[in-house]
T-cell receptor, first 111, second 113 residues
Framework: GNSVTQMEGPVTLSEEAFLTINCTYTATGYPSLFWYVQYPGEGLQLLLKATKADDKGSNKGFEATYRKETTSFHLEKGSVQVSDSAVYFCARRDSSYKLIFGSGTRLLVRP | NAGVTQTPKFRVLKTGQSMTLLCAQDMNHEYMYWYRQDPGMGLRLIHYSVGEGTTAKGEVPDGYNVSRLKKQNFLLGLESAAPSQTSVYFC????????????FGPGTRLTVL
């Protein structure tokens, strides 16, 4: 079917550690892919996106590359900060314009 | 420019009661969406609208109704609330449907007793 699968959290890291949150998708064709972030008590905000294969989205030190060979869009950051503690959602566009979300991965960064 | 706003922020209902959640956007967006967020399940689309006067069902529409009488507003109604509708509800909007970003409101936390 058409879905988005994320690694289960929570992910707990020390400040300045390297972050990877895995995301894979199933779909027909090459949908646009997104990472959204939800800080405590807030709504979702777009973090980055990629609209075609091999595109790299980046923002605030986070990066994700659209890999059609592995149908993946893993989120990475070289050095996390306490302020990055949040829930991260991977999502893809479906055949029209609706977003299909993964279940979310909670990140906790300790000082 | 407030973006996407939602009213109310919190609400507690008894089973069988009705209520309406209001979403408003001031970005002149054509598309609007209602999602619910439940633990371990991400966000699921309830209903959406591709323009004023139009609505369509999403992934989990049962028990909800919507209306888009004005372009800037998208209302979500619960006619007879059930405990299974306890959730956090998010509204979002986007200019179009292709690659445009969806902008989310801050959410409404609803508890049905």
């Amino acid at each position: 079917g058409n879905s988005v699968t994320q690694m289960e959290g929570p992910v707990t890291l020390s400040e300045e550690a390297f972050l990877t949150i895995n995301c894979t998708y199933t779909a027909t064709g090459y949908p646009s892919l997104f990472w959204y972030v939800q800080y405590p008590g807030e709504g979702l905000q777009l973090l980055l996106k990629a609209t075609k294969a091999d595109d790299k989205g980046s923002n605030k030190g986070f990066e994700a590359t659209y890999r059609k060979e592995t149908t993946s869009f893993h989120l990475e950051k070289g050095s996390v900060q306490v302020s990055d503690s949040a829930v991260y959602f991977c999502a893809r566009r479906d055949s029209s314009y609706k977003l299909i979300f993964g279940s979310g991965t909670r990140l906790l960064v300790r000082p | 420019n407030a973006g996407v706003t939602q009213t109310p922020k919190f609400r507690v209902l008894k089973t069988g009661q009705s209520m309406t959640l209001l979403c408003a956007q001031d970005m002149n967006h054509e598309y609007m969406y209602w999602y619910r967020q439940d633990p371990g399940m991400g966000l699921r689309l309830i209903h959406y609208s591709v323009g004023e006067g139009t609505t369509a069902k999403g992934e989990v529409p049962d028990g909800y109704n919507v209306s888009r009488l004005k372009k800037q507003n998208f209302l979500l109604g619960l006619e007879s609330a059930a405990p299974s509708q306890t959730s956090v509800y998010f509204c979002a909007s986007s200019q179009s449907g292709s690659t445009d970003t969806q902008y989310f409101g801050p959410g409404t936390r609803l508890t049905v007793l």
